[in-house]
């Protein structure tokens, strides 16, 4: 398994709930500061991270996303 979180900046103010809605998302809550939500997800394989984030990127309101992943 390969993890990652995705950070995201949106004005929208349920965005941490729309972002549990899409597949891999493990978790997602609302931050303070540049961004405005995180989105823990965990997939297979290192290449469907970028699967999530453009599906992520596609949300309403999502303005952008940067990608972390966990390094072991």
Known sequence: MVRAIILVKS???????RLRKVSS?????P??????????????ELGKIKDI????QK????????TMVEVQ
């Open 59 to 66: 949300i309403s309101g999502v303005e952008r996303t940067e």
């Open 31 to 44: 931050t303070s500061g540049q961004f405005d939500a995180v989105a823990i997800i965990e997939v297979e």
């Open 53 to 56: 984030a453009t599906q992520i």
């Open 25 to 29: 998302v493990m978790d997602s809550f």
């Open 11 to 17: 004005p929208k103010k349920l965005i941490a709930a």
